[in-house]
C-alpha cells in the first residue's frame, strides 16, 4: 500500500490518500514563529517557545479524525439546510473524489474535490515570519453555477501550553475575543488570555467580507457541543452569532459568502493567523497580505530561500533516492532540526521545560554546516554559554531565558548529575564550523562559562579555545578504575544510568574523536606544544581501550561500578552494542583486524533489513541498576530497537575502512524513500527520517516513531556527502575521498566552499570502491586529493578519476 510518491521535479512528497496511518506533518515558519501543519490542515502554531506561547490547541494524542487546531469549511445550500464539507478531509470525512497533500519546502498545498468543487489551499509562514497565510482557492469543478459559504476556523490554546491540559477553570476563566469589523466589511477577531491583553494578542482575519463571525466553541458545535467538528450545528444556519467570548473555549470562525461560482471559476480568499502586541500593531501585516500579489511574491521569496540554501550541495548519482534525499529532503531535515531542535513534533509535545539539548543542538549543527554556516556559529556560541567553569556541560537549556538544567540526571537524587559526553559533541561541532569557514577568530571569542554569582552574574569567562579545552580536561581528569570516562548520568545513550562509578566507552571514543579534531586544529594553527599534549592523552585513552573493552569478538559498552563489563558476551542482556563497535572505528583507537572484526559483529549480530538495532538482546523486566533502557519492551527504543541515530556512525566506520558496497548497504536501508512501499508497516513519513523504528524481538518490527526531529538528519547527511561520496571540508581545502559501491560508473557534486563553487566529477573506470588516482583541477593535475581554497571565489572544475 502506497500513500504517496515522491516529485523530485518540485521538490516535494506528494500524499495521495489522507487516511495515513499517523499524521505526516510538515514544518511552517520558524520556532521565532510557526510550527507544523499536518497533511489534513490542522496546523500547531506557537509564538517562540511552545510551552509559554502557544496559539493554536493541537492534541497529538486525539484521534486522526479529530479537529486538530485549524480548519476550513465549506458549505453549499442544499434543501433548507446546507451541505457542510471540509477541503482538507477532516474533520467531515466526506467520501472525496480527489485528494492530494503537496509536501514541499516550507509550505504545504492540499488539493481535493468533493461534490463537484475543487479547493487548493496553500498554507505557509512567509519569510517575514509575520503570520500564518493560508491562500484558498475554490473552483466549480460542476456544470451549473453554486454558491459557496467559506468558513475558516481557529482553536485557541492558553498560551501556556501545559496549564491549558492541567486546568479547567483558570484557563477559561481568562480566554477572551474582541471583533474588529473594518468599513469594508472585514472582521479581525483578537483573542488573548486576560493577564497579556495589552500586550499580546492572537489575530485571526482574511481578505473579503465577513458577514459573521464566532469566537465562543459551545456556539459554534452547538447544543452545548452536542453538536460535533463533523458536524456543527452553527453551520446549518445561515449566519454566525457574532459572539465575542468572555470565557471559556475560543475559537475564531468567520462566514464567507463568496457569491455565485460560475462553471469552472474560481474564487480566491486569503486567512492570516498572527500575534502582535495589539490589533494596532498588526495592521500592516494585516494590509499587506489582503494583497494577493503580496501573498504570490511572499511564496516567490519562500521558493527563493529554498533554492539558495539548497544549491550549497547538489549531487547525481546513479541511485535515485539518494539523490533526492540528498539534495532536498535530509538538508531540508537538517534545517529542521537545527531550528527547532527537539521543542516540537507530532511526538515531541512542547509542552515542558526541555528547551534545547546541549548534545543535540551541537549535533544539529553539523548538519547545516555548509548551509548556513554563520547560524550554527551563532549556536555554537550558544551552546558555549552553558558550558559551566570544570568543563562539563549543563544538560539542556531554554534558548529563551538561558535557564539551563541538569536534565533527568535530577530524578536521581544521589547523582551523578552530569552526562559525560554533552561537552565533547561541542568539539566537534566548533572544529566543523572552523574547517567550513576558516574563521579562526573564532577561537577567540570570549564566552562567559554558565556558573553564576549571587547576583545571577556569570563567575568567569573564557576564549571558544579555552572552552573547548576545559571541555578536553573535565574528561581527561573525570574517569573510572580503568582509565575510562566515568559514566555520569549517562552518555549518548540517556537510557543506559548506571550507578556512580560505571565508565563509559563510547565517551572514550567520543574524546578520542574530539582530541583529532583539535590535534588537527594545532596542527593548523602552527601550535605543536598544544597538539603534542593532545597527542599525548589520545594515545593514553587508545590504550586504556583496548587494554581493557576488547571482549574477544567485539568492544564492550559499559562497565558498571563493580567493574563488571556491560556489552559483553558474558550478559544474558545487553550482549553487544552498536556504539561499542562504530565509535572505536570513529576514533581511530580501532584499527586494522580489530576494527574490521568489531565492524562485523555489527552486520552478524545487530544488523537487520530494516536498519541496525542499538543493542542485542534487549532487557526483559525493569532493573533499576541499568536504568531507563529496561523500561521498554525488548525491541523498542534504545533497548534492541533500531535507534535510527546510530545507523550513520555505522555507515561512517565502514567508509572509513574502506568499505563502500556495506556502507552503501547501511545507507539505503534506512533511507525513508525506500520505506515508501512499506507504509502499512512502517507508518510515518517516507520523505524525513524518524527516531526509532522496533527491532526484530517486538511483534510489531518494522514500525516507525518519532519522526522529523532527530539526530539521524545530521548525520546520515554527513554520511552521505562526506563519508559515501567523500567531499568534506578541511582547513585547507576540500578534500574528495569517495567510498561508494564499486558498481558505480562514478557521480557528480556541486559544492559551495569558502565563496567558491567546487563542480566535482568523480568517474570510477576501475570499479572500485576507494581510492583515488588522479584528480585535476581546472583542467591541471594536482597532486592528493585536497582540492585548495580558492580566494577570488569563482567556480572550479574539479575531475576526479578513482583506481
Ligand atoms: C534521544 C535524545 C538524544 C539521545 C538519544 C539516545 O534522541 O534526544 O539526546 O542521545 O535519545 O538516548
Given amino acids: 500500500m502506497q500513500y504517496g510518491y515522491f516529485d523530485d521535479e518540485r521538490r516535494e512528497y506528494v500524499i495521495t490518500d489522507p487516511r495515513t496511518p499517523t ?95 475543487r479547493s487548493e489551499v496553500t498554507i505557509f509562514v512567509p519569510p517575514d515570519g509575520s503570520c500564518l497565510l493560508r491562500d484558498i482557492r475554490i473552483t466549480n469543478g460542476g456544470d451549473e453555477a453554486v454558491e459557496v459559504d467559506a468558513i475558516p476556523v481557529v482553536e485557541y490554546t492558553h498560551p501556556q501550553a501545559l496549564t491549558q491540559l492541567t486546568n479547567a477553570d483558570w484557563v477559561p476563566q481568562t480566554m477572551q475575543s474582541d471583533a474588529y469589523r473594518g468599513e469594508d466589511e472585514r472582521v479581525i477577531l483578537a483573542q488573548y488570555a486576560f493577564m497579556h491583553k495589552e500586550k499580546r494578542v492572537n489575530f485571526f482575519t482574511s ?34 452569532s457574532d459572539t465575542e467570548a468572555r470565557r471559556g473555549d475560543n475559537i475564531g470562525a468567520l462566514m464567507h459568502h463568496l457569491g455565485e461560482i460560475g462553471p469552472g471559476e474560481s474564487a480566491r480568499l486569503i486567512t492570516m493567523l498572527g500575534q502582535a502586541e495589539s490589533i494596532e500593531a498588526a495592521r500592516p501585516t494585516i494590509e499587506r497580505y489582503s494583497d494577493e500579489s503580496k501573498v504570490d511574491a511572499a511564496l516567490a521569496e519562500l521558493g527563493a530561500f529554498w533554492d539558495e540554501y539548497l ?33 516540537l513534533s507530532y511526538y515531541q509535545l512542547g509542552l515542558g521545560a526541555r528547551g534545547i539539548g546541549f548534545r543535540d543542538s551541537s549535533q544539529d549543527t553539523l548538519g547545516v554546516m555548509t548551509h548556513m554556516p554563520g547560524e550554527a556559529r551563532d549556536l555554537i556560541h550558544t551552546l558555549l554559554r552553558v558550558q559551566k567553569r570544570d568543563g562539563s556541560a549543563m544538560h539542556q537549556f531554554n534558548p529563551m531565558s538561558m535557564e539551563a538544567n541538569e536534565g533527568d540526571s535530577r530524578e536521581r537524587e544521589e547523582g551523578p548529575h552530569f552526562y559525560s559526553d554533552d561537552h565533547l559533541w561541542a568539539i566537534l561541532a566548533a572544529c566543523a564550523y572552523l574547517k567550513e569557514t576558516g574563521d579562526l577568530a573564532f577561537l577567540d571569542e570570549t564566552i562567559p562559562y554558565y556558573d553564576k554569582d549571587r547576583d545571577g552574574e556569570p563567575i568567569e569567562e573564557g576564549s571558544a579555545l579555552d572552552h573547548l579545552l576545559r571541555g578536553i580536561e573535565f574528561t581527561r581528569r573525570t574517569v573510572g578504575a580503568h582509565g575510562l570516562p566515568s559514566l555520569g548520568y549517562a ?50 585513552m587508545r590504550e586504556a581501550v583496548n587494554e581493557h573493552c576488547w571482549d574477544g569478538a567485539w568492544y564492550i559498552r559499559y562497565f558498571d561500578p563493580e567493574g563488571k563489563p556491560l556489552g559483553s558476551k558474558q550478559n544474558a542482556a545487553g550482549q553487544v552494542f552498536t556504539n561499542g563497535q562504530s565509535w572505536p572505528v570513529l576514533s581511530g583507537f580501532a584499527t586494522g583486524e580489530r576494527a574490521r572484526r568489531a565492524l562485523d559483529a555489527v552486520y552478524e549480530h545487530l544488523n537487520t533489513a530494516k536498519g541496525i538495532k542499538l543493542s542485542t538482546p534487549g532487557y526483559n523486566g525493569y532493573d533499576l541498576a541499568v536504568g531507563g533502557i529496561s523500561s521498554y519492551p525488548p525491541g523498542a527504543k534504545e533497548n534492541g530497537g533500531i535507534f535510527l541515530h546510530t545507523n550513520p556512525w555505522v555507515v561512517i566506520a565502514e567508509a572509513m575502512m574502506g568499505n563502500g558496497s556495506r556502507a552503501y548497504e547501511y545507507y539505503s536501508q534506512i533511507n525513508p524513500a525506500a520505506k515508501n512501499d512499506l507504509i502499512d508497516e512502517y507508518e510515518l513519513e517516507p520523505y524525513v527520517y524518524p527516531q526509532n523504528i522496533l527491532g526484530d524481538e517486538h511483534p510489531l518490527f518494522g514500525l516507525a516513531r518519532n519522526s522529523w526531529l532527530s539526530g539521524t538528519a545530521a548525520w546520515m547527511y554527513q554520511a552521505g556527502i562526506e563519508w559515501i561520496l567523500g567531499v568534506q571540508a578541511r582547513y585547507d581545502g576540500l578534500l574528495i575521498d569517495p567510498c561508494i559501491p564499486a558498481g558505480w560508473d562514478g557521480f557528480s557534486v556541486r559544492r559551495r566552499f569558502r565563496g567558491a563553487t567546487y563542480a566535482i566529477e568523480v568517474r570510477n573506470p576501475k570499479h572500485v570502491e576507494k581510492g583515488v588516482a588522479a584528480v585535476s583541477v581546472d583542467g591541471s593535475r594536482i597532486e592528493g586529493s585536497v582540492i585548495p581554497v580558492f580566494a577570488e571565489g569563482g567556480t572550479h572544475r574539479v575531475e576526479v578519476v578513482m583506481g
Fill in 23 to 117: 499524521k505526516w506533518i510538515n514544518y511552517v515558519g520558524t520556532l521565532a514563529f510557526g510550527g507544523f501543519v499536518d497533511h489534513t490542515g490542522g496546523a500547531l502554531i506557537c509564538k517562540g517557545d511552545p510551552a509559554l506561547n502557544r496559539i493554536t490547541k493541537y492534541i497529538q494524542q486525539m484521534p486522526a479524525s479529530d479537529f486538530k487546531g485549524t480548519t476550513l469549511y465549506l458549505r453549499l445550500k442544499e434543501g433548507d439546510g446546507y451541505r457542510v464539507f471540509s477541503p482538507y478531509f477532516v474533520p467531515t470525512l466526506d467520501p472525496f473524489d480527489f485528494y492530494q497533500c503537496h509536501v514541499g519546502l516550507g509550505y504545504t498545498r492540499i488539493a481535493s474535490a468533493f461534490y463537484g468543487i
Fill in 207 to 240: 481578505n473579503r467580507p465577513v458577514s459573521s463571525f464566532e469566537a465562543d466553541r459551545r456556539r459554534f458545535l452547538g447544543a452545548n457541543e452536542y453538536g460535533s467538528w463533523a458536524r456543527p450545528l452553527a453551520l446549518q444556519a445561515p449566519e454566525l
Fill in 311 to 343: 544549491s550549497a550541495v547538489q549531487v547525481e548519482t546513479p541511485d535515485r533516492a539518494l539523490n533526492s534525499m540528498l539534495n532536498v529532503h535530509n538538508p531540508r531535515q537538517c534545517h529542521t532540526t537545527k531550528n527547532w531542535s527537539r521543542y
Fill in 491 to 540: 552518555d549518548w545513550n540517556d537510557t543506559v544510568n548506571l550507578y556512580e562509578g560505571a565508565e563509559s566507552l563510547f565517551t572514550a571514543n567520543l574524546y578520542g574523536r574530539a582530541l583529532l579534531e583539535l590535534i588537527a586544529l594545532f596542527n593548523h594553527t602552527g601550535d605543536a606544544a598544544s597538539a603534542d599534549r593532545l597527542r599525548g592523552y589520545y594515545e593514553g
